[in-house]
């Protein structure tokens, strides 16, 4: 399978004219709307629990076309089941990845347990890989136990170990992350989409570092692709959020047993990554061009002593990152030379990113893991994870590349 990226860019066609580019897809939608209610410019909040009918027979019209599958139109019954802001943005977000339906969540590990416990049932089995976000790889192995699911952790980039460790007739799921959090290694996705064609088994990829903009899963044949929300695709540290994407039927499945586990977002929260997403182009593109240009002088520091990056030729999958993704991302990885004491008093140096966790936003945020993400675990623990203390991610905000270029330098040179 080939792949072009550029068809990111509105050069594909379909059915006869050219696709919109992610940016005017963040803003407009597969489809512009032009009869919002009340000619607002913004899709509305639609701030109610409920909703109400015109009489029995519009009840009774209603529910008939509800159960029996052909749509109920464009009108919503209860909020836990669907609230009109949330289904816009949910059809942006779809449109966005190149997929048929998404579903909402309250939070980036509320769309994960969910979609998996959709998925998956006593006796089923899981393959993931080891480079997996922390949270994931918790869930699948401790938490998805309990309820009798198995889980084979197999090591990042071992083709071969995946598709040994498919169990056939029993293995249903094979949950991947491109590019992985923290060391942004990116998986091969036209191979794990074949591997889990040929052996039966569905492929879900959490695309969070990514960003629709910098690579969209679907169209390597991979099943559903997620999002931690809360990170790029709101982009202002504002709010919490999750998404699947993929087939229409199969989200029709997960959005049933979001209706029954509860796990809804709010209105307002909605309406304001449906803001944050008008911004996603040109947010991630400046956070593409400030990680590249800091992780190229990262490289050449003497006070670092390595750099993950998919940009970077040094990269262990950088020709698989150039082959699928059409920029790499704002997220860079690095080793300080020293120990945890000389890497927090770096940190300290700097004036413009903020010590925090999570990603993604307009402002740069900063952390050493063995201190936050990681500060449980033992030394020893942390190492067997691939967590050293002197290990810090960076994620870009849209400051000046400049600015921070500078900062990072007289950061360094204060040790």
Same mark, same amino acid.
């Given at each position: 399978? *080939?792949?072009?990226?550029? &068809? ?10 050219? &696709? =919109?580019?992610?940016? *005017? ?16 410019? *913004? ?6 629990? &409920? !909703? ?18 052909? /749509? ?44 998996? +416990? ?22 699948? *192995? &401790? !938490? ?30 094979? #949950? ?27 492929? !879900? ?19 559903? @692709? ?20 993929? $087939? ?5 499945? +997960?959005?049933?047993? $979001? /209706? ?21 182009? #040109? ?38 990152? =150039? ?7 704002? @997220? ?60 810090? $991610?960076?994620?870009?905000?849209? %400051? ?8 990072? %330098? ?6």
């Amino acid at each position: 399978m *080939t792949h072009d990226p550029k &068809t990111h860019n509105g050069t594909a066609t379909d059915a006869g004219h050219p &696709t =919109r580019g992610a940016s *005017t897809t963040a803003v407009h939608g597969k489809d512009a709307r032009r009869d919002e209610p009340y000619h607002a410019l *913004t899709t509305p909040i639609l701030q109610s629990a &409920t !909703f109400t009918f015109r009489d029995s027979d519009d009840v009774a019209d209603y529910m008939a076309r509800k159960y029996r599958g052909d /749509g109920a139109g464009e009108r919503e019954e209860y909020g836990r089941y669907g609230n009109p802001t949330v289904v816009e943005v949910e059809r942006k977000l779809a449109a966005l990845d190149g997929g048929e339906a998404a579903v909402l969540y309250p939070s980036g590990m509320a769309a994960v347990s969910s979609a998996l +416990l959709t998925m998956l049932s006593p006796g089923a089995h899981v393959v993931i890989g080891d480079d997996i976000y922390r949270h994931t790889y918790e869930f699948c *192995t &401790t !938490f998805l136990k309990r309820f009798g699911v198995e889980t084979t952790v197999v090591p990042m980039g071992d083709y071969d170990a995946l598709e040994a460790a498919i169990i056939p007739r029993k293995t249903r799921l094979i #949950v991947s992350e491109s590019p992985t959090n923290p060391y942004g290694r990116v998986v091969d996705l036209v191979r794990l989409a074949e591997i889990g064609k040929r052996q039966r088994v569905r492929t !879900f990829v959490d695309s969070t570092f990514a960003t629709p903009v910098n690579q969209r899963p679907l169209e390597f044949g991979i099943d559903f @692709v997620m999002h931690s929300a809360t990170k790029f695709l709101a982009g202002h540290n504002d709010l919490l959020a999750g998404v699947v994407i993929g $087939r229409a039927d199969r989200m029709a499945a +997960l959005r049933e047993s $979001r /209706g029954l586990l509860g796990g809804i977002v709010d209105p307002g929260a909605a309406y304001l990554l449906d803001r944050g997403l008008k911004t996603l182009g #040109v947010r991630v593109r400046q956070q593409n061009e400030s990680a590249l240009a800091l992780a190229r002088f990262l490289e050449g520091h003497p006070a670092i002593e390595r750099v993950w990056y998919p940009g970077l030729e040094s990269h262990p999958e950088h020709a698989i990152a =150039r082959a699928q993704m059409s920029g790499f991302g704002g @997220v860079v990885t690095f080793i300080v030379r020293g120990d945890r004491a000389r890497t927090s008093a770096f940190i300290d140096r700097l004036r413009i990113p903020y010590i925090a966790p999570s990603l993604g936003g307009v402002e740069s945020l900063i952390q050493q893991p063995a201190l936050m993400s990681h500060f449980d675990l033992t030394p020893e623990e942390r190492l067997a994870q691939g967590v050293p203390d002197n290990l810090v $991610r960076f994620s870009t905000g849209i %400051e000046d590349t400049a600015d921070l270029l500078a900062d990072f %330098e007289q950061a360094l040179a204060g040790g």
